[in-house]
């Protein structure tokens, strides 16, 4: 999956946190969503203007900074 063109880091959009879409949503928001248990048909329900391809982006951000981040400490 290739995040790259969805996930965006701006320094005045939500304290400078990675949002989808240049939108005000975070990706924390959805990864929390998900941890809490809702499924992606209830994020997307909840927020019509996200995409099954927005909730995999998020997935991939996050795996992909977690590899650096333990690259980075080995």
């Given at each position: 999956?290739?995040?790259?063109?969805?996930?965006?880091?701006?320094?005045?959009?939500?304290?400078?946190?990675?949002?989808?879409?240049?939108?005000?949503?975070?990706?924390?928001?959805?990864?929390?969503?998900?941890?809490?248990?809702?499924t992606?048909e209830?994020?997307?329900?909840?927020?019509?203007?996200?995409?099954?391809?927005?909730?995999?982006?998020?997935?991939?951000?996050?795996?992909?900074?977690?590899?650096?981040?333990l690259?980075?400490?080995?």
């Open positions: 999956m290739n995040y790259q063109n969805i996930i965006t880091i701006k320094p005045g959009k939500r304290s400078g946190k990675a949002c989808i879409r240049g939108m005000r949503i975070t990706v924390y928001d959805v990864l929390s969503y998900l941890a809490a248990g809702m992606h209830e994020v997307l329900a909840d927020f019509p203007y996200l995409t099954q391809e927005d909730i995999l982006a998020c997935l991939s951000y996050a795996a992909d900074r977690e590899q650096k981040i690259t980075v400490a080995a």
